[in-house]
Each structure stands twice: as C-alpha cells, then as structure tokens.
C-alpha cells in the first residue's frame, strides 16, 4: 500500500482521543491525512492530536446541538474526505433493567449520532466523487447477545444504516462500511472485565477468560487490528468494497 495515499484528504475520527478511535487517527495520519478528532475528553484528544500533528475539538455525541456545533468548527477546516464513526459506549442489564434512559442512550450515541454525521458530511463527497465513510460497529450489530438489547439494536441499526446507504451512493465514488470486532482490548473490555468480576466474584483473570473464550481465536483484538482494517477500506483501490462488514473477532461470528 502506498504510504501517504491520504495526503491532502481532511478526516474526521469521532471519539479519536482514546481505544479504537486513537489507533484509527494515528494510523490515517500515517498515510497523510490531516485529522481531526472528537471525544469530551480534551485531555485524551489534546495529547492524541499533538501526536499526529491533527486537531482536536471537544464535542458530547449524545447531545445534537454539540455535535452540530463541532460539525461547524470541522466544516470550517475542510471538506471532511474521510469519516469514522468511532465514538460509542456499551452498557448492559437484563429485559427488565434496559430502561428507556439505557435505550434512548445506547441508541443516541451509538446510532442517531453517526447517522447525524454522515448525514451531514457525505454531500460533500458526493459533490467531490470521492469520499470514505467507515462505522466501528460491533458483531453484536450481526447477532446477539445476553442482557445487551440495547446496545445490540444500536449496533444493528449502524449495520443496516450502512447497507441502506450503500445503495444510494452507489455511483458517486463515496464507499460506505462497517467494521464490525469482537471484544477489543481498550477501556470498553477493561470495564467488561471489571463488571463480570464484580458480579461473579470470581476475580479478574476468569472475567478476562469468559470474554476471550467467546473467539476461537481466545484472545482479544487489538486496537491496531481494526485501524488496519479501517485503513484498507480508506485506499482508493478499495472502491469495490460498499455496503459491506468487516468482521474482526478471531472467527467468532462466521456469516
Ligand atoms: P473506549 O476506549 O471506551 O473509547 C470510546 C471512545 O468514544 C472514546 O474516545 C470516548 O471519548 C468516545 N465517546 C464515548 N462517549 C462519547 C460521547 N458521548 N461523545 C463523544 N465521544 C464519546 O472504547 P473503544 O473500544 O475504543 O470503542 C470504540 C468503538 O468500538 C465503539 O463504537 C464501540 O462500540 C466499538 N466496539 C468496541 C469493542 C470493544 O470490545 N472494545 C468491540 C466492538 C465494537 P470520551 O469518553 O472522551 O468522550
């Protein structure tokens, strides 16, 4: 792959201050990309964007008329060519415990707020004829699992976003896709681990083992794993890849 086929497009990395998001932006900085990351941590996106020579805005997903006002401050920068919606949260409760804060929360940060953005960056590509959309989704946008219907929906919601769109923007050079992990080894699986210890009191090292024992691969992805992927979606040789998820879980959902 050719090292700098990002040079001189603008990206847009939600939630880049840490995790996944962090991985994401270095590595699209990597390849020339000036990018831009978001996240309420100004500390983590501070220090993140010294890195990579990038920019830093300070936005709360789940609230709409931040996440327009940070879509002000990036217009103002640039027609954004690359966008990653990264940002997300995972909760988890059993039928009866998923209020309709948890609901309304899962989905706001996890769906309403990518499809915002997108909304709101892809005409630009469109006018341009070339742009990069790609979601970090979660294989629990491709099957289910226990005591996370929220999330889970949101996660579906995401995928089927993607595909729908996928077929509107089919000839206009902007790819859409998504990526999809299994347990990734960032503060979201930390924070697993320490709530499955907490309530099964069996200790820290048998909750990492329920997550990793879930993958063949019986291990967790790393950070960099799904960067990797996210940038071969971003070459401009992978314009035939739309519509698609991208599955990184070590064979643990195979469809
Ligand atoms: P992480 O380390 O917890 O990072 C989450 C990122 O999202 C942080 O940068 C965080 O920044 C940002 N964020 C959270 N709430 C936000 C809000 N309200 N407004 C703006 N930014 C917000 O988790 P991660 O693993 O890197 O997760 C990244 C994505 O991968 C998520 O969409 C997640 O669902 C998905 N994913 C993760 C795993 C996993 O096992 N880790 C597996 C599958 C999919 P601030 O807290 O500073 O706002």
């Given at each position: ?216 691969q019986r291990r967790l992805i790393e950070p960099a794993e799904v960067a990797h ?20 879980d070590g064979g643990q959902v195979m469809k």
């Amino acid at each position: 792959m050719d090292s700098d086929f990002l040079r001189g497009r603008l990206a847009l990395v939600t939630g880049g201050g840490r995790g996944i998001g962090a991985a994401v932006a270095t590595r699209l900085a990597a390849v020339g990309a000036r990018v831009v990351v978001c996240g309420r941590t100004r500390a983590d996106l501070d220090a993140l964007a010294a890195s990579i020579d990038g920019v830093a805005i300070t936005c709360d997903l789940a609230d709409r008329a931040d996440t327009d006002r940070m879509l002000a401050e990036v217009a103002a920068l640039g027609r954004v060519d690359v966008l990653v919606n990264n940002a997300g949260a995972a909760e988890s409760a059993p039928l009866a415990g998923t209020d309709d804060a948890m609901w309304d929360r899962l989905l706001e940060l996890n769906a309403t707020a990518p499809f915002r953005v997108t909304r709101s960056l892809v005409p630009a590509m469109v006018a341009a004829g070339w742009g990069r959309v790609v979601t970090i989704a979660s294989n629990a946008g491709l099957t289910g699992y226990g005591y996370t219907a929220a999330y889970c929906a949101a996660k579906h919601a995401v995928v089927g976003m993607t595909r729908a769109l996928a077929v509107d923007l089919g000839r206009t050079g902007v790819t859409i896709n998504a990526v999809c992990p299994g347990w990734v080894a960032t503060q979201m699986a930390d924070q697993a681990i320490a709530r499955i210890a907490d309530k099964t009191g069996r200790g820290a090292d048998a909750a990492r083992d329920a997550l990793t024992s879930m993958s063949p691969q019986r291990r967790l992805i790393e950070p960099a794993e799904v960067a990797h992927a996210v940038l071969n979606l971003c070459h401009v040789d992978a314009r035939g890849i739309h519509g698609q998820t991208v599955v990184l879980d070590g064979g643990q959902v195979m469809k």
